[in-house]
């Protein structure tokens, strides 16, 4: 039996005016990052959020394909 985990979308989106990413929850640009090698590549031009890859990659990112509210799992930012 293959257990499949979804994508989780870490609050990042693409700015489409200069193709830079931005954190959606503050406006703030995209400083530190941890793109899988040759990401962020905006496959198909189509690529605008940021998410965690699936376990086995070692936390790294990926863009994918906004398609829809419930296609990826959020990550949710608590103060502690």
Not at 13 to 33: A, R
Not at 41 to 61: C, F
């Amino acid at each position: 039996m293959t257990t499949c985990f979804p994508d989780v979308w870490i609050g990042l989106l693409l700015n489409q005016d200069d193709d830079s990413f931005y954190w959606v929850e503050h406006g703030q640009p995209l400083v530190w990052s941890n793109w899988f090698t040759d990401k962020p590549n905006n496959a198909h031009y189509s690529e605008d959020v940021g998410v965690i890859m699936e376990p086995g990659n070692d936390g790294r990112w990926d863009d994918k394909p906004f398609v829809g509210q419930g296609e990826y799992y959020p990550l949710c930012e608590h103060d502690l």
